[in-house]
């Protein structure tokens, strides 16, 4: 038996789960996550707590066990806590802004870059080099948070570009530094 899997999914005050056909559904206030749930694990709410079962012994339910638990877990820490990614960003000239719902990033290019902020999810500038994407929904913070990243990753030279706050760039010596 999974060991994380047989454990219950506790759920605080203010926070209510229901399961719709094959859907988990999440909801405290006006927020509301949502996951679909794979037939072959079973779900049981009772009172304050979501329980995860499976009905075989194969490795994929065996897996999909304890992944379905820990995603529910973690739909109830993003109500309960939130989530948030801080990004920085490196470089002369290089800077972000918040324009409507889009993020506008100036990184190099002719053009900035602008992408789109999803619902649910909030993107603050207190300074132009960083970046904090905060949300409930751990999948999409993590989302957006890598598509700008990915606009321009840190370069390993200068070191240069869009980086998680806590990511530690492994820097190369080049030519000059050798003679």
């Given amino acids: 038996m999974s060991r994380i899997g047989k454990q219950p999914v506790v759920l ?5 789960a229901t399961l719709n056909d094959r859907t988990l559904v999440v909801e405290k206030g006006n927020l509301k996550l949502s996951r679909w749930i794979d037939p072959a694990i079973e779900v049981t709410i009772d009172g304050a707590a979501i329980n995860f079962t499976r009905k075989g012994e194969s ?11 820990a995603l529910a877990n973690g ?15 490196v470089g002369v000239g290089f800077g972000a802004k918040i324009i409507g719902k889009q993020v506008e990033l100036n990184v190099g290019f002719a053009m900035p870059r602008r992408f789109p902020i999803p619902a649910g999810i909030t993107v603050e500038c207190p300074k132009p080099e960083e970046i904090l994407v905060k949300g409930a ?6 989302q957006l948070a890598a598509q700008l990243r990915l606009c321009r990753p840190p370069e390993p030279y200068k070191g240069k570009g869009v980086r998680y706050h806590d990511e530690v760039v492994k820097r190369k ?3 000059a530094a050798g003679t």
């Fill in 59 to 69: 490795k994929r339910e065996r897996a999909l066990h304890g992944t379905y638990r």
């Fill in 173 to 175: 010596q080049g030519k």
């Fill in 12 to 16: 605080p005050a203010g926070i209510k």
């Fill in 75 to 89: 739909m109830v820490e993003g109500l309960v806590k939130g989530y948030e990614r801080k990004l920085q960003i």
């Fill in 137 to 142: 929904d751990k999948e999409a913070v993590g």
